[in-house]
DNA sequence: AAATCCTACAACCGCTTCTAG
DNA sequence: CCTAGAAGCGGTTGTAGGATT
């Protein structure tokens, strides 16, 4: 276990030390920012005592040390808003994590790889199967598109109420994403009070996300462990007479569409 | 029993955004 | 304003350990 691992060749010549943290390293890191407080990275790692990073001491903290953190499974109610934050803003992650108390981005964006990336085993015959049913979703899509004849298939109503100022409407337009093959998630299942929401569209299925959905997970009330962190609450969803039948997500290998948001 | 494959997730890297001076 | 350094973000990689062959 010991030995000389490739990182520690890189760390030697960058004078830092990489990799997985111990035991005792986790203990200093711990103890200096209880006393010292968060912040000020690159000095934390010095006075520690620590041969890290300013940057990998952060990281450390942020995502393993940092008092109220969670532990343990993401629970289906988690999984629930992460789905649908994630259909709002998409790779948004600590964007969305803001909304999960004791997530961590780097967990939610874990998550979610893990549990909705695409299957990409799937035979050449199943994907010769679903390219040829993209074309005729994506003809549905752009006709339904156009009978609405806006971008506008939800308009949300977001409150911030340590800002009320800030009330925000929140409009999700769906485009057809520029991103790479591996970005290509889907969700397998998802129930919510025994409505299923989200349904296996991650072989040849479209999820048509019913409006319903939307006043049941959203209201959210957070009560975030750490009194430095915000707490939101999103108390009141309202929806346009304009506004299409619901979501409709569709994914594919070459082309898929993908939940984008823009705040105005 | 060993080799190989697979999954989950911690940690890194490069880039962007923020902030203090 | 401008700029440099710090903090933050998201994509990606490395790897431990479990499953499968």
Redo the contacts with the bound molecule.
Sequence with gaps: MMGM???EV?AAEQGW?????TPEEDKLLNEYVNLHGE?????VARSAGLN?S???C???W???LRPGLKRGQITPQEEGIIIELHALWG?????IARYLPGRT???I???W???FKKRE?SSHKQEKRKAQLLKLKQQQENMSRVSSHADTDKLLKVTDQENPENQQNITVTMHPST??V??HYSPIMYHHDNNIIASNWSSDQYCVVDEGLWGGLWNLDDHPQNDHVDTYHINKITTTQTQATGFTFGGDSNNFYNAGGHIF
């Design positions: 691992m490739s990182w890189g030390r990489k990799g997985p943290w912040g000020r990275w690159s000095s890290r300013g940057k990998s952060r990281l450390r942020v995502n393993y790779n948004k992650w600590s964007t981005d780097n967990e964006k874990n998550y790889r893990t549990h085993k991103s790479t591996e970005d």
